[in-house]
């Protein structure tokens, strides 16, 4: 089964074409960030208008790339939620309207099941059951991976995502956005020591998040300090340091609670080198195989839309003729037919 699958959430328009026995054939990503750096985060009208500009244009090149024709598509995938209604709106409609006028059936995919499922698209995918670590600018979750379709939420952030304490952050240091290089290039310069920032929700039991604090803290260092080069450096160093430990003691937690032996890390902060560094150390301590997807699928992107598309639509899941897009959905809220099987 040959999948088209469109990703439009937030401010990356993503396109891909996956083939369920040959693998992810082509795929391209435009990112806005330029665009709204101006404005120091996503601005929803821009983001939605841009969509509808570059969507078209990349379903072309991606399909010409993949050597594939319209004609030639089983299946449309498309991110149906969560995220900013008016941007999930564009692929929603292009890619029903496609549906229609091919004639082959389309599906409204959740935003962080294709994150979760992203590793799939690796040489070496992760077996289930696993613990996923999902950190993006709108989303931090640690989530009990069973089965496809068989998710249960173990710990979320009950204010900031990570990865929009990381933008924030950075923009009050100056630093642009999106935030996360910004400050990973930052504190490459920092000096250890000369701040500590809390390691917020680690001092009770639990596995939800909280970053607002974390950001207030380093909002707090930078009033009562002259930001030059140094003091930012030395600023986002602690910062970092403080997100990363608070992800990998949430995570130490939630493995010796599940007992897994595998960690899926997925969305835009699972790119974080130091992240990656601290998680492998934890790996080895507990003896655990911590899974990545490559760089490029970290950030949101068409190819984990496309996969988690080929994988509903294969097992004979389909939507109404009509579309919509939700803004919030619960990943909790998802099933899947019995006969589903990842590939």
Known sequence: MRILGLETSCDDTGVAVYDSDRGLLAHKLYS????????????????????????????????????????????LAYTMGPGLAGALLVAAAVGRSLAYALGVPAVGVHHMEGHLLA??????????PFLALLVSGGHTLLVDVRALG???????SVDDAVGEAFDKTAKLLGLGYPGGPAIARAAAHGTPGRFRFPRPMTDRPGLDFSFSGLKTAALTAAQHQALDAHTIGDIAYAFQEAAVETLVIKCERALQQTGHARL??????????????????????LAAQVYYPRPAFCTDNGAMIAYAGSVRLRAGQTGAMSFGARARWNLTELTMPATASPG
């Open 264 to 285: 899926v890390v997925a969305g835009g902060v699972g790119a974080n080198q130091l992240l990656r560094s601290r998680l492998a150390e934890l790996g080895r301590k």
């Open 119 to 128: 590793p799939m698209l690796e040489p070496e995918p992760p077996a289930f």
């Open 32 to 75: 806005q960030s330029r665009m709204h750096a101006e404005y120091g985060g996503v601005v929803p009208e821009l983001a939605s208008r841009d969509h509808i500009r570059k969507l078209l244009p990349l379903i072309r090149e991606v399909l010409a790339d993949a050597g594939t024709e319209p004609a030639s598509l089983d299946g």
């Open 150 to 156: 068989d998710y249960r939420i173990l710990g979320e």
